[in-house]
């Protein structure tokens, strides 16, 4: 068990050295900023090196270059959500749920390129997407989900309980969901590839945290600590904390995650398993159930809480999730050591009420894409590219789709948001505690 490093993502950890990049200090002049540099960031950045080459783009990175959220999440790139989590219900709703499906299909189809492109060793495996109960009383949820499928054309197909052991190499669940077209992947490892090779036209900053926006002589300012940027139009990418920066405050709110993650398996550990099983990813039908996923190099990955935290999970809690995590691990595989968990970390997804994203012209020159609900990979990977559509005043199907969703809906008063939260998610622990 790693003690020295308690909150060093392990994704991160593995994905090897980073490059460096300079802090923003002075003032600075520029076209473009891009606040934010996980995958909505980097895609825009991308999209204006490739539409406008000779206009001047910053890239501005509160934290480490790949270290944030994009470095942090379970590793899917989630091409069907699951309609349980996109609380479908109504026709109009359905064709919302179409327009976030092409959407993330799109996003999936552009990361995949980018990685046959570049050449980066991020273990993407295209693999069925698998959303799998134990508890009877969430099978109508996958039962549900077939048939929304089937409606809209996805290829699906239920997997019963002798199906899921033999796939997964345990017998803890009972009925599943089975569907092509998503992938699996080293999170971290892909962000670093990706950020490693954007164009040279685009100046990188890490370290650089903005901490207020405003304007002057009709241009936006951003003010750091140390440098003062004068943009003529800026991006905002960093998800979870665009309301740190006064901007859509009452439309979405973070969640602190955790997830831990083992070191590889020993050889009488594959054997328990079942040799011939291949890597594999499973999401609950609730939203706070256990996501897990057997890695290509033969880990175990588990992640099975989620708190109303907008300042984090403290470091000193962290042995407490872990245990949990541990706790999730038994259930399913119980001759796994007590010792073998390696890494465990923390990190923030963005949600709205109406698990919608938000993607908007804020005000003249400033825009936004973020609030993925925990789909971010893909989905922030193609509102990366398509607000840079949309900010270039370019038309496209992809982005007809993103203008036919509805806006994230509003939150209640600061006051009573923070209270109701916690209450709404201790319930939804409560109906997925059979699943964690």
Known sequence: MNSKIPDRCGWVA??????????????????????????????????????????????????????????????????????????????????????LHTLDQAGTVALRKWVREFDIDCQWQDISSVHAAHDPDNFPILDNQVRVFEQLGIPTRLLRADELSQRLGTSFYGRGVCCEGGALVQPAALIKGLLDRLPDSVECYEYSPVRKISRRNGKIVLELLHAEVVADRVIICNNAFIPELGVHRNRMFPL????????????????????????????????????????????LLIRNTAEYRPS???????????????????????????????????????????????????????YLAGCYNASGVARGTILGRLVVDHALGAASDLLDAVHSLTQPALLPPRLFFGIGARVVMRWKRFKGASEA
């Open 312 to 366: 984090g999970i403290p470091i000193q809690i962290i042995g407490q999730k872990r245990h949990q995590h541990m706790l999730g691990l038994k259930k399913r595989f119980p001759w796994l050591p007590e010792d073998c968990i390696e890494h465990t970390w923390s990190g923030h997804i963005c949600i709205s009420r109406n698990a919608k994203p938000d993607f908007a012209a804020v005000s003249e020159g400033l």
């Open 14 to 99: 593995l994905a090897g050295e980073y490059e460096a990049h300079p802090q923003l200090q002075g003032n600075y002049r520029t076209d473009w900023a891009i606040i934010g540099a996980g995958f909505t960031g980097q895609a825009a950045a991308r999209r204006l090196a490739q539409l406008v080459p000779e206009q001047r783009i910053l890239l501005i990175e509160a934290k480490k270059f790949g270290q944030g959220a994009s470095g942090r999440n379970s590793g899917f790139v989630v091409a069907h959500e699951s309609p349980g989590h996109a609380k479908l219900k109504s026709h109009r709703d359905l064709h919302q749920y179409q327009a």
């Open 256 to 299: 602190a995650l955790t997830a831990s993650l083992t070191r590889p398996l020993h050889p009488g550990e594959e054997r328990q398993l079942g040799q011939q099983v291949k890597p594999w990813g499973v999401l609950s039908p609730q939203p706070l159930g256990a996501t897990l996923r057997l890695t290509a190099d033969r880990r």
